[in-house]
Structures are given as C-alpha cells and as structure tokens.
C-alpha cells in the first residue's frame, strides 16, 4: 500500500500530467423479487436480510437443473434509468455468460450483457459549486445481477489478505443491477476529484427520482468503480488505468480520485510504471491498494445465455416509460431553490454537501426547507464527518423532520435536539422515543421556572440590584444558573422573560 508521505502534491500532479476519467457506476434495482429468480430481494424497500443465505432459490446457488426467468419489473426500471441518462434504448438486447471465478456466484459465471446492451450512447450533464457544467457521455447502461458477499474472518483489515477463513452470504446473488459505463473524461484538470463526486451525486439523484433504487450507498445499493490514468502533458497519449474498486460514497469517490492522480503523478515522475489493476479504497486512511491485474474482456470469454430470450421491448413500452420519466436534475434543482426560497449560497451549500436528496425527502416529511438545510448540513453533516460516513447513513429524513418539529412546537431546545440526535443516531429508537427515554423534554412549568429563579436570584443579591437598576444584560447570570439548575432543560428566551419579571416585582 502506497503511503501518503510517497505522493506528489496535488497541484504539482496536475502541472506535469492530464487525468483521464472513466466511472461505471452500479445501481441495485429495489425490485421485489431477484433479476432472474423468484427469491426475494434484499434490496428492496423493508426487505430483511439480516439471515444469512435466507433468500435464496436453486436458482441463485446454481443448482443443477435450475433455469434463469428474466425479471420483467427490472426491465422496465432498466428501460426508464436508461431513457433518464439520455440514452437510446436497443430495440433488441442480450445477455451473456461472463466466466470468472466468482466464490460468491455459485454458478461460476455471471449473466450480465456485453456487446447488446440494453441503452447506448446517452450524456448527464454534471454542474459543479464553481458554476462549471460538464457534459458526461455515457457509453451504455447495461443490466446484469449482483454477487453474493463474503465476510473474512480473522487477521486485522476484514479483508482476506490475512483472514483464517471466508464466509459467504448469497442472499445478495442475483440481485438486479444496471451498470452505468461513462465514455472516457478529458479535460476535468484540477475539478477532477470534485467532477467524480458531482457525477456520482447525479446519478444517485436520477436513481431516487425514478423510484428505482434506493441508492444508499452504504449499504451498496450504490457503488461505484473509479478508473484514473494520467497523460504526460501535451503528449496526446493515454495512460495506463487502474480501477477502484466498490467506492461506497460521494466523500469517497471524491477522496479516491486525489489519491490516485497524487499516487500515480509520483510513480511516473520517478520514471516508473502503472499496472493496469484493480485498487481497493481503505477509508480509515485515505489510500488505495492493489487488488487484481485488471481483466480485458477477451479474458471474461462472453458468450450469449443460452437459457435467456433476448430482450425486445415495443415501441410503445419505451414511449409509456419516456411519458413518465421525472424532471430533469437541472430542472429540479432550480424548481426546488425557488420553492424553498433559498439564496445561490445557500442552495449551493445543500448541493455542495451531496444531500439535497436528504434534505428534499425532510422538507416532504414536514420540516420547513430552513430547518431541514440547518440539520443535515450543520450538526448532522459535523458528526458524519467525525465518523468518516456519509451523512445520510446515520439518520433518516423522515426522523430529521420528526425533531424538527419537536424543536418547532417549543417541546425541545435546540442544545436537546442534539442530544436527541445523538440517541437517534445510537439507535435508542425514533425522536420522540429518545426524549422519553432519557427525560429531555422542555421544562415547561412556570412554576418549576419561577422556584429556580427565585433560588438564583435569592443568592445573588447584588445581580438583583443591578436588573433593577436597569442593567438587564445582568440577567444573564441568572438565567446561567437556572439552566444549570434544569439541567439545560428550559427554554432560554422564557426563563429571560421570567427572571425580568420577578426581578421588577417589589
């Protein structure tokens, strides 16, 4: 593994080479059943795959005898994601045999598409904070299914270089998945890590939109795979790929991009060589390392499935589908900084943060767009960045919204609510459950107010003296110790009110 002390500065990087960016983005389809079988899929909205190897059918471990049924519903989802990224939808596709050894894919061989994909040639326009607009072309969007998962038991990284043993869990085998392939990436220069984060963040929205995803990347519904070479400057010749490997969030992929134009700028420059491989992201220390020589597709030996139909939607399906497709991100954006009645720098702030899906799905839940931006870029945005997660891993919109108006109907202070959040977030149940729980409310009995005030005010005589001589901003001492008293559990601005109050009555 390359340490960070053995990479080039990043400017310096950018001065001798040019990157080159390629991104194959994979999307997990919320289908309710699997992309060629009837088991259910863990994917989907509510589903329970907590059991390992629970939902399964001879189908997904490869039994003899077992035949693939194409899932019509991921058909349909595949159509509209591809009419979404502007693609032309391929009057006729076919799947293929991708032969590679799979410990998680008890056929040995993966069906997914190759030389008939489902949709072609299409472009996502990517806008960056600095205003910059970059057109990604999209080469295809091609379906296939996902592979089981393997869990490494032993040595110290959880990965198998160490591990006394593997585990494997096919609930995930067969999952439906369209795998998004960008043309190649020129011209990005400094914006490159940005632009990859930005790319990623719009194809998450497009997901979301459709309803075909949940697009959480922590829990891979999401992933993305990053390719980076770098071209001396001006030579006009590409460089040599790697891939990175199963990058599972905006931060990340942002992250990933840096690390390797820092990492491969140093090794050139020193008069070395990249292999084309695959990289695996280590977030706990922002570096890659190497993972497998990268395979062409020769190596794959594709044939056509011979158990599978090809796949010919009408004329009338993709139209249906084209009728009922959302705005377009751009559109959406715009329409959704006027309705909130936000200022560039605020609208930017939420796109900045990549949680303007967050913070729409929180607005939908009930909370006001202003309370909803504060949340999830402030205090939840801080303690993510504390966790090295994203953001929206740790809280749903639905619970934002839920303290929100715990904070809006007076019954919890801002100071709580955090405390609240946390409990949330510690998985002590919904908002309300975790005021109950560790007694958070807002004091809210003047009669409770009134003795503590009283009890400060009784001890600091000369305070007294000085509110009714008319220096009110002496208050504040009082108001200090009677929220130390509540236990930080009163309404600041009513215990002000009540301290004057009494401090005035002869």
């Not at 002496?474 to 401090?503: F, N, S, T, Y």
């Amino acid at each position: 593994m390359t340490s960070t002390a053995d990479l080039m500065d990043f400017d310096k990087a950018l001065e001798l080479f040019e990157p080159v960016l390629g991104f194959e983005v994979h999307v997990e389809l919320n289908t309710k059943t699997k992309m060629f079988s009837p088991a259910p899929n863990p994917a989907a909205p509510g589903a329970d795959a907590s059991e390992p190897n629970t939902m399964v059918t001879p189908v997904c471990l490869g039994l003899p005898g077992s035949l693939p049924v194409v899932n019509e519903q991921a058909i349909r989802f595949s159509i509209s994601l591809g009419l979404a990224l502007g693609c032309e939808i391929a009057p006729t596709s076919r799947f293929a045999r991708k032969n590679y050894f799979y410990p998680d894919l008890a056929k040995n061989y993966q069906i997914s598409q190759y030389d008939e994909p489902i949709a072609h040639d299409g472009l996502v326009e990517v806008e960056l904070a600095n205003g910059k607009t970059f057109r990604i072309e999209i080469e295809r969007a091609h379906m296939e299914e996902d592979a089981g998962k393997l869990t490494h038991v032993g040595g110290a990284t959880g990965r198998i270089q160490g591990a006394d043993y593997s585990l494997v869990d096919y609930n995930r085998a067969g999952v439906p998945l369209v795998e998004i392939v960008t043309k190649m990436i020129t011209g990005a220069e400094h914006d490159a890590p940005e632009l990859a984060k930005a790319y990623v963040s719009a194809i998450r929205d497009i997901v979301v939109a459709l309803g075909i995803s949940e697009a959480r990347m922590e829990r891979g519904n999401l992933r993305c795979d990053a390719n980076i070479s770098l071209s001396p400057r001006g030579s006009g010749e590409l460089g040599t790929r790697t891939e990175t490997k199963n990058v599972n969030s905006l931060r990340s992929v942002e992250r990933a991009i840096r690390y390797e134009i820092q990492r491969q700028a140093a090794i050139l420059a020193a008069g070395g060589a990249i292999i084309q491989e695959t990289r695996h992201w280590h977030e706990d220390s922002g570096t890659t390392s190497a993972g497998r020589p990268k395979s062409d597709a020769d190596d794959y030996r594709y044939f056509p499935e011979p158990d599978l139909l090809p796949v010919e939607p009408s004329r009338a399906l993709i139209e249906e589908l084209r009728s009922a497709l959302p705005e377009p991100p751009a559109v959406r954006r715009r329409r959704l900084k006027e309705s909130w009645g936000f200022t560039d720098l605020e609208f930017q702030d939420v796109l900045n943060s990549g949680l303007l899906v967050e913070v729409e799905s929180t607005v939908a839940a009930g909370a006001s767009p202003a309370q909803a931006r504060k949340w999830w870029t402030g205090e939840i945005a801080r303690l993510a960045n504390v966790a090295a997660v994203d953001p929206s891993s740790l809280v749903s919109p639905a619970d934002v919204a839920a303290l929100v108006a715990l904070v809006e109907s007076g019954e919890l202070t801002d100071r709580l609510a955090r405390q609240v959040l946390e409990g949330v977030i510690a998985g002590e149940g919904s908002p309300s459950e975790v005021v109950e729980k560790r007694g958070l409310k807002v004091v809210s009995d003047d009669g409770a107010l009134i003795a503590a005030i009283d009890e400060a005010l009784a001890s600091q005589p000369d305070v007294l003296e000085k509110i009714r001589d008319g220096k009110v901003q002496a208050a504040g001492a009082v108001i200090g110790a009677v929220m130390k008293a509540m236990h930080g559990q009163a309404d600041a601005a009513r215990v002000r009110e009540l301290v004057l109050e009494r401090a005035t009555t002869p």
